[in-house]
């Protein structure tokens, strides 16, 4: 288990103690003491965020990792391009290896691997129509996105805290089975920032990673009369698994399968894979680039059990290379609901 998996599930662990959990709440006071000046900062005009000509939403979080705002991401999308608008979603491109700004896909052509681009936005490059640019700086982005392609619409990608660019709706997703974590900030807890943060939130989405969505259609309900917002549900579900090399093959239910995934919130991916058998899982930590002593160890493993099935996240599935496997690999893919018209008109 790495560091930053270990760390993970101290985050989501409300019983946490000891002196390794002592010293990240003492880090906290320090992260703490940052992002309040910051928000104090915005909230007094000493510093002010900057504007660009096109409509700017931006689709965050308050916890770190896992929440499940990519597909939210690609849904708002393909909404606004059915609607006519000329659709640009930015991303910091974390876990890539691009500098400056980028364009990952012009809506039609994919220029990058996910190994240079980010898995996140060579996922919605390959999922949406929309132009998916990366770029540390937003305001340079966006303002590129307007001048290359027209774009009327941009997507912020992870946007919440990221306050330089001026956004005209902020949308926040929580997970229903996670939370809040063990509602300490950064580096004890998930949390990225504290309630402060909670005035900002223009729209709250509630997503449910789970075949029973009761426990987050009552989290909703409670979420929206504490914090008096505006609340929708994203179900989300598993559809089916692909061969991710021959995408006209896919799983059967039972067939056995060893799962493997490198993303903020894995068991739930696991949950999900419930129509199968699965022998055996391997856990890496978060936006982890796989190597070729990563797929030997798990083929061997495959080939131990006499299973010839392996299987990813999507998102997962966008790193790895073909050359590297000689059994099958296939990724599941999920199904979200969401009312996006209702969430963005909030009507």
């Known amino acids: 288990m790495g560091l930053k998996t270990y760390i993970t599930k101290i985050h989501y662990n409300k019983q946490a103690k000891g002196l390794f959990f002592s010293l990240l709440k003492f880090f906290s006071l320090f992260y703490g003491f940052a992002s309040r000046l910051k928000n104090s900062l915005y909230e007094k005009d000493k510093l002010k965020p900057k504007k660009v000509d096109a409509y700017v939403i931006s689709v965050g979080n308050?916890?770190?990792?896992g929440v499940g705002k990519t597909p939210v991401v690609a849904q708002i999308a393909d909404y606004l391009i059915e609607k006519g608008e000329k659709?640009?979603?930015?991303?910091?491109?974390?876990?890539?290896?691009?500098?400056?700004?980028?364009?990952?896909?012009?809506?039609?052509?994919?220029?990058y691997s996910a190994r240079k681009a980010g898995d996140e936005p060579h996922w919605l490059a390959q999922n949406?129509?929309?132009?998916?640019?990366?770029?540390?700086?937003r305001y340079k982005g966006a303002k590129f996105a307007i001048d290359k392609f027209c774009a009327t619409k941009i997507?912020?990608?992870?946007?919440?805290?990221h306050r330089k660019l001026h956004r005209d709706l902020d949308i926040v997703l929580v997970d229903s089975e996670m939370g809040f974590g063990n509602e300490n900030l950064l580096p004890a807890g998930p949390l990225r920032e504290g309630t402060e943060a909670f005035e900002r939130i223009d729209r709250l989405v509630i997503v449910s990673k789970n075949i029973d969505h009761t426990r987050a259609e009552k989290f909703a309900r409670i979420l929206e009369k504490k914090l008096n917002k505006p609340t929708s549900l994203c179900y989300s579900e598993p559809d089916?698994?692909?061969?991710?090399?021959?995408?006209?093959?896919?799983?059967?239910?039972?067939?056995?399968?060893?799962?493997?995934?490198?993303?903020?919130?894995?068991?739930?991916?696991?949950?999900?894979?419930?129509?199968?058998?699965?022998?055996?899982?391997?856990?890496?930590?978060?936006?982890?680039?796989?190597?070729?002593?990563?797929?030997?160890?798990?083929?061997?493993?495959?080939?131990?059990?006499?299973?010839?099935?392996?299987?990813?996240?999507?998102?997962?599935?966008?790193?790895?290379?073909?050359?590297?496997?000689?059994?099958?690999?296939?990724?599941?893919?999920?199904?979200?609901?969401l009312d996006v018209e209702k969430l963005i008109n909030g009507n």
């Open 62 to 65: 308050l916890t770190t990792g």
């Open 87 to 111: 659709v640009a979603i930015l991303s910091r491109g974390y876990g890539g290896k691009l500098s400056g700004v980028n364009v990952i896909s012009d809506g039609e052509n994919i220029y």
């Open 128 to 137: 949406t129509k929309a132009i998916v640019i990366t770029a540390k700086n």
């Open 155 to 161: 997507i912020l990608d992870d946007g919440f805290q």
């Open 240 to 337: 089916f698994a692909y061969n991710i090399f021959e995408p006209n093959e896919k799983l059967e239910n039972g067939d056995r399968i060893v799962a493997f995934s490198a993303i903020g919130q894995p068991q739930q991916f696991y949950n999900f894979l419930k129509n199968f058998d699965v022998v055996n899982t391997f856990n890496f930590d978060d936006h982890h680039k796989y190597s070729k002593n990563d797929v030997q160890k798990m083929q061997k493993k495959c080939i131990d059990m006499n299973i010839n099935k392996l299987v990813t996240t999507e998102k997962d599935a966008t790193k790895l290379d073909q050359s590297m496997f000689y059994l099958k690999v296939f990724a599941l893919k999920l199904k979200t609901n």
